[in-house]
């Protein structure tokens, strides 16, 4: 099956730096990676997410990029906010038109500061 | 709000207790979710259900028992569980098995 690593596992930035967040995937065939969010009491909220056809994909201040060579994708956050501060999932899963399953990272806990 | 609420936010049982965690979507969408996050552990897939119909179940112990009576709610039945089934239980839908999860705020559960 997927198996999916996340790194790292905490990450302290000032606040206005940039953030970024690795994440490696193992089937070749996954082809669609979705981010999420989660803040303290609450469930995970997806911020951004991009498909094997592309390399990259922006949405204002987060970014998403893709290598499917190496079999990895990353997540950039530039100037970072004290509200960016929460925990961050990287998932991976192959899409076959009728079924996907999500396999998630173990999280990284991002933690900006004034 | 991501139009998926849960209930209870918090329960505490004891290993001979039965309860339900209960999940709503106001979403119009077919597919639900029941996940288990624990601490330093990627969030577990446990049951999928698509039109009221299960099509996963992860290998979960059958002291866990879903159910779906229709697309817009999902429960999950609670009896003689065990202490390290303490966790978030987050439940998640998405329009098709293949679209987007939108996940609720989940159930702490705290099994004594």
């Known amino acids: 099956g997927e198996n999916v690593e996340q790194h790292p596992s905490t990450l302290s930035v000032q606040e206005g730096d940039s953030a970024v967040i690795k994440c490696t995937y193992s089937?070749?065939?996954?082809?669609?990676f979705p981010w999420y969010k989660q803040e303290l009491g609450k469930g995970p909220q997806l911020i951004i997410d991009?498909?094997?056809?592309?390399g990259e994909k922006k949405d204002q201040r987060i970014a998403v990029t893709l290598n499917k060579t190496a079999k990895h994708f990353s997540l950039h956050i530039t100037e970072t906010q004290p509200e960016d501060s929460a925990v961050y999932f990287c998932?991976?899963?192959?899409?076959?038109?009728?079924?996907?399953?999500?396999?998630f990272g173990t999280g990284t806990r991002l933690q900006v500061t004034l | 709000e991501t139009g998926v609420t849960q209930t209870p936010r918090h329960l505490v049982m004891g290993m001979t207790n039965k309860k339900s965690l209960k999940c709503e979507q106001h979403?119009?969408?077919?597919?639900m979710y029941w996940y288990k996050q624990s601490a330093k552990k990627p969030l577990e897939l446990m049951f999928v259900?698509?039109?009221?119909?299960?099509?996963e179940n992860n290998s979960v112990p059958s002291r866990f028992s879903p159910e779906c009576p229709n697309s817009s709610h999902l429960f999950l039945h609670l009896h003689t569980l065990q202490p390290e089934d303490s966790a978030l239980y987050l439940c998640?839908?998405?329009?098709?098995?293949?679209?987007?999860?939108?996940f609720g705020p989940g159930t702490r559960l705290t099994v004594l």
């Open positions: 991009i498909r094997s056809n592309v």
């Open positions: 259900y698509n039109f009221k119909e299960q099509t």
């Open positions: 089937d070749s065939a996954s082809n669609y």
């Open positions: 979403l119009g969408h077919n597919a």
């Open positions: 998932a991976a899963s192959r899409n076959t038109g009728t079924a996907s399953k999500l396999t």
């Open positions: 998640a839908s998405s329009r098709g098995l293949t679209d987007t999860q939108y």
